[in-house]
């Protein structure tokens, strides 16, 4: 028998008859009813099969000739393959007809009358009466052409291997290339992907062709894709296919098929399958529709190879092939061939170079990459082919010595053409130098050109022919050629060297044609280039066009691979000098020419190297740099290439890999090399071995598999630059993680390893763990998405325990990552000497080592945790250990409580049932500081807690117990209350979202009395917020055993004892009367001090009656807050009556009816000032005399605040009719009451009979002020201060009248109120007293634009003698004295009563100012008139004592005139001209004018262009000036010349006071000439010397001489380079009255600053204090005893950070009178604002805080505002800039309006009561 029906055997027919039928019992059950009618199954129980089986057996008892006649229907009726139905016929089946009587039947019966049992089968060969001859005929016709089919291909084999005498053909040796499967999905089994080939490769390498196809039921597709590059050997393998199967090798099939599709381009026509089979392939001898039935029939034995897919034309047809008449183009016949609707069942296989595959292919297709050879086919294959020659051995040692040689023989093709090359170099050649005639591919191409050539000629004219050839078919896209392409000489020569192959093209019936082509594409690439290269037709520019980057990102770009691909390398290979001689030979130009294009193809490649490019370009412009042997070029390129240089989604090869290696090789600097999603050759990491600059290197491809790890072990210890490797998404097992950890160990600079998603299981796992002790620089492994059981990560959190490098393990579902911390190695180790040292530095690493685990969602059980914790007790000290979303368990919570309960670094334990979070955090210090235990959240009851408290009583640390979110409820509540004292010394316990009413809340607030360290109670009770809060002090305390004793009732006393006060805070509540009453007498029992807070509530009349009632029962009770409460309106009667009610109140502050603070003192603290704030209250009249009856019980009313009410004028004026019987000794505040003009008129009639008013204001502008200050007893002077009142011409007369009557008035500003120049005029005429003095205080727009003489003759009206007058044109500004009564002539006194114009009169203005003592004068512009006014009367002021001129504008003759006239001043005992616009001769002038004025006390001549003869001037009169107290000279660019000649003019100043020069370019050499003067200045108190050149000389100098003036108070030298020296020795020798001390910008560092502190401290007169600018950074002064005086200090910019800032606040707290801190431009954070807020309350004087520009986030802003709320009276925070976000900043600033978040300052408004 043939080997067709050999296929199955005959034992299992009778089993497969049986499954056949079963698949179809109806009509067995018909057929059975047909030949034995007799036969019942009905009454037996049977199954399916054992009813076929008896059915068959009663046939086969019917006798042969009924068992002949089943069969026979079986065969005609049932669908019964071929092969099957040889089989039944052979052996059961003898006869070729059909029985007679059915015959018969059916011949002589219509088709509707046959037996039901009988059914006429499909006919499916013609119409042929007789089906059962057709299908004998049918299989007989198949078998020829199955033969023939066979017999063609072995001819056709047969004639390629008796081929023209080629020289690759004197040996056909074939080596399979590697195969590797790519996607291997629907048409294979799931496993097949992974067992194919040899078993032992487990990632699919390795394959035998067999591994190609595995049987498969049904008639799905069975398609699959060989992928290789140009040269792999794909052609080569469907040839071979083609053979083996001629050979009866592949013997599943009965048909093979072999197409490519450079041949069916060249059909133009539709084709239907039938055509394209037997019309372009073989045609059958007869029945072709027999035929092709018969491969339909048996399709599953049909092989379709397409070979070249990538060089099909044709798009595909949208268009579905259904039927063997579909006609379409091949490749719409392909698609249907590959869907399975033309011949269904059947194989198809297709090769095609990587790149966009056709959409025509199913996704299901399987893809096999094909990677050429490795090392051991190389060899193979040369064996093979070197067989039988005696040189064998010698082309394998040349191989084995040249690594590029090898990696060439790497792709098939170029092997084949290197053992070519090495044949003909062996003979004529010593070892190494054929190979080394082989450098690279183009010259392997030159080197078999020259070999092939007949004695070595070379026909120039025929070779660069067939390069014009080559290169117009691949422009035009053509591989072959027919005989009108190529000339018959050409033809000739290309076959007699074997370049040009010729074969015959079917183009269709009885049509062939001969076609030809190039042995191989590349072959075709190379002479394509040496046509460009050589041909005298093609000139640079056209050549250099060639030379561009084809990019294989061919998955993303376009449908198929371009054929001019190859063109550009074989260009850079040609462009090598190496081939200069050979490129000279062929062209009929000069030498210089060729070089000239060899030079273009350089440049050309220059400017690509110095580009970047995707990875595929980068890749090919590897191999374009290495052909051409350039290594200038090379580094060029290497050194461009990016640091991270990224490969993703195309395939790569050895080669590739190889060309990279070459040119990274010529590289400096590091570089990172990451490959993701690349279909890899398995052996390609080989070509990496070596590469030193590869710094990381990732993987990350489904391709890696075992032989990938092998081969990339090889490499690695070879790479010494080495640091991260990541090989992810692999296919590893443990044979090549076994290769893997073997080689780590050997890259010794290795810190980071990746293993993710590689389907690693246990043991691989832990064999990479294991080898972590040995990877000395491991920073990171990561082995996230392995299958890891939690067996094995028990394992690992024991290796991580006891390896000493880790410090973490993070393991999540997936996730498994080991964090390291690389030992460092001393030199003793690395010296490998083996001493203590070592040893001891290994110990101490061990002791300072720290370990987190983090180990969540790993399904771990309570013995899981067990094991762990009984793990980590032996091991390091741990950071974290994080357990969450493990389904702990109430249970666990308690197991984990009681395992953890005597671990004393346990710092943090947080376990959230609901949230699945079980973390415990650990600090070293933790039994300094406590732990923190939450239990949130855990459904914990209140039958838990005897259990829950035993566990944890044993830890001793516990500080911090959160129990929210839980189900206490109040029984819960009450026994952890009674339970709180076993628990030891906590500082908060957290019962928040518990379900506590409102009782169970109030009555923890015993807990004060019970636990020591209970402090604060805050309650939110709608929000459920419950925490009892204690403090550390408090814990100190209590641990220590000196607690104070305050016993209930007992009372407190003030600063300066130790007292621990407590806080209840119960919010979002509406307190009823009863539940005061329980919360007051709760609260009686608590030790005091008490601070009391509720808030977000109601308070009803009722409620507040009652608490107030309360409250005088609660001696310890020092605060009462109710923060946005809705009270009633009579609330502020009621706490005004509380004055008296409770004598210990010290302040009431209500606002709003929304705000109430209460302050008490203790019965110890001296009795002082009550303050009463009732803002915003809606009181209008009628509540001012009720609300004063009440005030007038309080004694002691200090302060009163009634601003933000509706008083208005009426209400002003009761007010003021009951102020007299008010006891305020302080102050009133009546702002923003809409009061108008008669307000302030009536404030101003009613001075007279409030005695004791020191002081009042009004302001009636936009921010609406109205101030009364009072003194204790009455007092002679007061202030009246109006602003912005508007008054009209109506209204001077009352106020002029109210003045006159507020005889005990002495000082009157009228600031923006109106006044015009007559109003004025008319309200200084008015004012009469009797006797005293009047300062009056003027500001309005118009006084700039009036003059000095028409102000001089408005002051002239008054009725009082003039003795002071100052102008300020700038300011707007007039000021004057007026003394009562006024001594006049009367004929002076008519003229002014007359208001004549004394502008014309001056001898009556000289008489009017002869009383004057003081005249300033500044920023006004004096005019000629003015000048001269002056002129005339200074010398008529006989009592005039100071005069000042500054910041002005005179003309020169004005200056001359002025100068006239104070040289006759010789009694001017202060002279200011400072800051004065002059010229140099304006100088000259006024120095005039000092002649003679030996009574002056004080000189300003600062901002003075004081020039050498100027200064001479004022050094010869300061020499007289004996009386001298102040000199000031800032700004005159002295310098050290003129500091000199001023010490000596001043030794005659033996009573100088104050002395100036700052910014005068002071040097050291000035400083000690001043410092030479000091001595002799006894009654020096202030010395400014800022701003000048002085260094450490001048300054240690200059403050030892500070010590001869014992009466110095300020000592200002800011902005000098003084150092450190400077401050040592101010340290040693500080003046003993010193109260002003600036050192701002003065270099200091910490020791001078440290020491300076040291010496200031305690100092009793020191007022101010400026180091700004200076890096204290430690040095920052630290007050230990405190300054009691001290009322600024800037340390802006200093570099304090929060270490720094804690001991400083400290020592504020000691400085009782600071009123400004200036902190920015520092490192502050959040630690210093909790300090300082700490301290504000407590520093009752300060009013502004600068912490502009730090490190303060929303939280430390936050404590500011808590710390100003209770009670600090501070006007102000400065906060901008620092990381607050603008939202938050805006929340805060309306929380306290304090707290200023903006660029520039906006004074707030000052706290009520200040």
Request: with cysteine; glycine share 8%.
């Amino acid at each position: 028998m043939d080997p067709i029906s050999l296929q199955l055997g005959t034992k299992n027919l009778w089993s497969w008859l049986v499954r056949l039928l079963s698949k179809d019992p109806e009509w067995l059950n018909d057929k059975v009813k047909f030949f034995v009618p007799t036969m019942d199954l009905g009454s037996r129980n049977l199954d399916l099969t054992e009813r076929v089986i008896l059915q068959l057996r009663e046939l086969h008892n019917q006798g042969q000739a009924t068992w002949q006649k089943f069969i026979h229907c079986v065969c005609m009726e049932l669908e019964v393959p071929l092969e099957q139905e040889v089989l039944l016929l052979s052996i059961w089946g003898h006869e070729d007809e059909c029985p007679s009587h059915l015959e018969a039947g059916e011949e002589n019966q219509p088709e509707s009358q046959l037996h039901h049992g009988l059914k006429r089968p499909h006919q499916s060969c013609g119409s042929s009466p007789r089906p059962k001859q057709c299908r004998k005929q049918q299989r007989d016709l198949a078998k020829r052409y199955l033969q023939l089919l066979r017999t063609s291909a072995q001819q056709r084999h047969g004639s390629e291997l008796s081929g023209p005498g080629h020289p690759l053909a004197f040996h056909q040796a074939y080596v399979p290339p590697i195969l590797q499967w790519g996607r291997a999905t629907a048409p294979f089994d799931t496993q097949e992907g992974l067992i194919m080939g040899n078993p032992k490769a487990e990632d699919g390498t390795d394959m035998s062709i067999q591994d190609l196809f595995k049987a498969r039921a049904g008639k799905d597709p069975k398609v699959m894709v060989l992928l290789g590059k140009a040269g792999m050997g794909k052609t080569t393998l469907a040839h071979r296919l083609r053979q083996q199967w001629a050979h009866g090798q592949l013997d599943r099939f009965q048909a093979l098929f072999l197409f490519e599709f450079r041949q069916l381009n060249l059909i133009t026509q539709f084709l239907t399958l039938p055509q394209l089979l037997f019309d372009l392939y073989l045609s059958p001898e007869e029945g072709p529709h027999a035929v092709f039935q018969y491969l339909k029939e048996n399709a599953n034995g049909v092989l379709l190879i397409f070979d070249g897919l990538e060089e099909a034309l044709d798009p595909c047809s949208s268009k579905e092939t259904v039927g063997p008449e579909f006609s379409g183009p091949a490749l719409t016949l392909f698609s249907g061939l590959c869907h399975g609707t033309l011949l269904p069942g059947c194989w198809v296989m297709a090769t095609s170079r990587p790149g966009k595959l056709p959409a025509c292919l199913p996704t299901e297709a399987a893809t096999v990459h094909m990677w050429g050879f490795d090392g051991p086919r190389v060899e193979e294959y040369v064996g093979r082919l070197f067989s039988d020659q005696p040189c064998q051995e010698a082309v394998l040692a040349e191989l084995r010595a040249s690594r590029h040689l090898r990696s060439m023989c790497a792709v098939p093709a170029l092997c084949r053409v290197a053992c070519l090359c090495l044949y003909h170099l062996l003979p004529g050649n010593s070892p190494g130098q054929s190979a080394a005639l082989l450098p690279t591919v183009t010259q392997n191409y030159v080197q078999m050109v020259l070999a092939l050539s007949p004695r070595g000629y070379l026909d120039a004219e025929s070779l660069l022919g067939l390069g014009e050839v080559a290169l117009s078919g691949l422009e035009a896209g053509s591989v072959i050629f027919f005989a009108k392409d190529i000339a018959p000489s050409m033809r000739a020569f290309g076959a007699a060297l074997g370049l040009l192959t010729s074969f015959c093209i079917r183009m269709g019936p009885g049509r062939q044609e001969n076609g030809y082509a190039f042995t191989h594409l590349s072959l075709q690439a190379f002479f394509a280039a040496l046509h460009l290269m050589a041909s005298p037709k093609v000139d640079k520019d056209k050549l250099a066009h060639y030379v561009t980057l084809n990019s294989r990102w061919l998955l993303r770009t376009k449908a198929k691979p371009g054929l001019l691909d190859h063109v550009p390398t074989f260009l850079a290979g040609l462009a090598s000098s190496a081939c200069h001689s050979f490129l000279s030979h062929l062209t009929p130009r000069d030498e210089v020419w060729v070089g000239a294009k060899q030079a273009a193809v350089i440049q050309a490649l220059r400017k690509l190297a110095t580009r970047r490019h995707t990875g595929p370009k980068v890749i090919e412009l590897c191999h374009c740099v290495g052909e051409t042997q350039e290594p200038e070029l090379a580094g060029l390129m290497a050194q461009s290439l990016p640091y991270q240089l990224p490969f993703h989604n195309f395939p790569l090869t050895y080669a590739d890999l190889a060309a990279l290696t070459n040119i990274l090789r010529h590289r400096d600097a590091p570089i990172h090399l990451d490959f993701e999603g690349c279909p890899l050759e398995p052996h390609c990491p080989e070509a990496l071995a070596s590469c030193g600059k590869v710094e990381n290197l990732s993987f990350k491809s489904r391709k890696c598999g075992d032989a990938f790890a092998e081969a990339l072990s090889g490499s690695l210890p070879t790479m010494e630059s080495l640091k991260k490797l990541g090989l992810a998404g692999s296919k590893i097992t443990a044979r090549g993680i076994n290769h893997l950890v073997q080689a780590l160990p050997l890259c010794p600079h290795l810190e980071e390893v990746s293993f993710q998603d590689n389907q690693l299981k246990d043991q691989e796992v832990l064999n990479i763990v294991k080898v972590l002790p040995r990877l000395l620089r491991l920073r990171k492994l990561d082995l996230s998405r392995n299958d890891v059981s939690k067996w094995t990560l028990l394992s690992l959190t024991k290796m991580a325990v006891t390896c000493s490098t880790v410090r973490m393990l993070q393991a999540r579902k997936a996730d498994l990552i080991f964090l390291l911390s690389p030992r460092v190695e001393t030199a003793t180790e690395l010296r490998g000497d083996p001493d203590l040292q070592g040893n001891a530095s290994r110990k101490k690493e061990a002791e300072s080592r720290s370990l987190a685990l983090r180990l969540q969602n790993c399904q771990l059980t309570v013995p899981d945790v067990k094991i762990l914790i009984a793990q980590l007790r032996e091991g390091p000290h741990l950071d974290e250990v994080d357990l969450s979303d493990n389904g702990l368990s109430v249970a666990g919570v308690h197991c984990v409580l009681s395992a953890v309960s005597t671990c004393r670094t346990l710092a943090d334990l947080h376990i959230s049932l609901m949230h699945k979070t079980v973390v415990l955090t650990f600090a070293p210090k933790t039994e300094e500081q406590g732990t923190q235990e939450r239990l949130t959240h855990c459904g914990l009851r209140a039958e838990h807690l005897e259990q829950l408290c035993t566990a944890l009583g044993g830890s001793c640390h516990l500080r911090h117990l959160d129990l929210s979110g839980n189900a206490l409820g109040d029984e819960g509540a009450a026994q952890l209350a009674q339970r709180l004292p076993g628990l030891g010394a906590l500082q908060s316990l957290n019962l928040s979202e518990n379900g506590l009413s409102l009782d169970t809340v109030i009555s923890l607030a015993q807990c004060f009395s019970t636990v020591q360290w209970a402090l604060h109670l805050d309650i939110r009770f709608e929000s459920q917020l419950v925490i009892l809060k204690g403090d550390r002090r408090a814990r100190d305390l209590s641990a220590s055993g000196s607690w104070p004793e305050f016993p209930a009732g007992a009372q407190f006393s003030g600063f300066g004892r130790c007292c621990i006060s407590r806080s209840f805070c119960l919010r979002e509540c509406q307190l009823e009367p009863p539940s005061l009453t329980h919360l007051c007498e709760t609260l009686e029992k608590c030790p005091g001090p008490l601070e009391i807070m509720l808030s977000h509530g109601v308070l009803s009349e009722q409620s507040l009656d009652a608490l107030l009632g309360h409250l005088p029962r609660l001696p310890q009770l020092k605060l009462l807050q109710l923060s946005q409460m809705r009270l009633s309106p009579r609330s502020p009667f009621l706490l005004a009556d509380f004055f008296s009610v409770c004598p210990r109140v010290q302040k009431v502050d209500l606002r709003s009816l929304h705000h109430v603070t209460l302050h008490f003192r203790s019965n110890e603290e001296q009795k002082g000032g009550c303050c009463g704030t009732f803002t915003g209250c809606s009181l209008s009249q009628e509540h001012v005399e009720p609300l004063c009856k009440l005030l007038q019980k309080c004694e002691d009313l200090s302060q009163l605040d009634l601003s933000a009410n509706q008083l208005g004028d009426d209400g002003l004026r009761c007010l003021l009719g009951c102020l007299p019987q008010v006891p305020i000794s302080s102050s009133l505040d009546l702002s923003h009451n809409g009061l108008s003009q008669e307000g302030a008129l009536c404030l101003v009639e009613a001075l007279p009979s409030c005695p004791r008013v020191r002081e009042a204001s009004v302001s009636l502008g936009s921010q609406q002020s109205f101030w009364i200050h009072f003194s204790q007893q009455e007092e002679a002077g007061k202030t009246l201060r109006l602003s912005e009142c508007s008054f009209g011409p109506e209204h001077v007369p009352r106020l002029a009248n109210g003045l006159s009557q507020a005889r005990q008035l002495t000082q009157l500003t009228l600031t923006q109120s109106c006044l015009g120049l007559e109003d004025l005029t008319v309200l200084l005429s008015l004012v009469r007293w009797p006797k005293g003095l009047l300062s009056v205080r003027v500001e309005e727009p118009w006084i700039d634009r009036a003059g000095v003489l028409t102000l001089l003759s408005v002051c002239a009206q008054a009725s009082g003698t003039v003795t002071e007058i100052s102008i300020s044109e700038m300011q707007q500004q007039l000021c004057i004295q007026l003394e009562f009564p006024r001594q006049e002539n009367p004929e002076a006194a008519a003229l002014r009563l007359a208001h004549c114009d004394l502008k014309t009169h001056h001898s009556l203005l000289m008489e009017t100012y002869a009383g004057l003592q003081q005249l300033s004068l500044s920023q006004v512009n004096l005019c000629d008139a003015d000048s001269m006014l002056l002129q005339s009367l200074l010398p008529a002021l006989s009592e005039l004592k100071k005069f000042r001129l500054t910041s002005s504008c005179v003309c020169p003759e004005g200056l001359a005139h002025l100068a006239s006239g104070l040289s006759h001043c010789h009694h001017l005992e202060e002279l200011d001209l400072s800051n004065n616009q002059l010229i140099k001769e304006g100088t000259k002038v006024l120095m005039g004018a000092l002649e003679g004025k030996c009574s002056l006390k004080r000189l300003d001549l600062s901002h003075f262009p004081l020039v050498g003869c100027t200064l001479s001037v004022l050094t010869q009169g300061l020499s007289h000036m004996t009386l001298l107290q102040s000199l000031c000279l800032s700004r005159n660019d002295i310098g050290d010349v003129g500091c000199y000649h001023l010490s000596e003019a001043l030794r005659a100043a033996t009573s100088l006071e104050e002395l100036g020069l700052s910014h005068n370019q002071i040097g050291d050499t000035g400083a000690q000439h001043l410092a030479a003067i000091l001595s002799g200045l006894p009654e020096l108190r202030k010395i400014d010397l800022s701003a000048n050149g002085i260094g450490p000389a001048g300054g240690v100098r200059l403050v030892e001489s500070l010590a001869f003036c014992k009466h110095l108070e300020e000592l200002v030298l800011g902005c000098n380079a003084l150092g450190d020296p400077t401050a040592l020795a101010l340290a040693h020798g500080l003046p003993e009255h010193l109260r002003v001390l600036h050192l701002p910008s003065s270099r200091l560092g910490p020791e001078g600053t440290l020491r300076l502190g040291q010496a200031l401290d305690g100092c009793a007169h020191v007022e101010e204090i400026s180091l700004a600018e200076n890096s204290l950074a430690g040095g920052v002064p630290h007050f230990r005893q405190g300054l009691p005086l001290l009322r600024h200090i800037d340390l802006a910019s200093c570099e304090i950070d929060d270490q720094t800032a804690k001991p400083l606040t400290a020592g504020f707290v000691l400085c009782p009178a600071l009123e400004e801190i200036l902190l920015s431009w520092n490192l502050l954070g959040d630690e210093a604002a909790a300090e300082l807020a700490r301290v504000l309350p407590r520093m009752g004087r300060l009013k502004r805080v600068d912490l502009e520009k730090n490190r303060i986030t929303a939280h430390g802003a936050g404590l500011l505002a808590e710390g100003l709320a209770q009670g600090s009276g501070i006007h102000v925070i400065r906060l901008w800039n620092n990381p607050i976000p603008t939202d938050m900043a805006k929340r805060l600033q309306s929380q306290d309006p304090r707290l200023d978040f903006a660029f520039f300052h906006n004074q707030p408004q000052t706290p009520r009561g200040t």
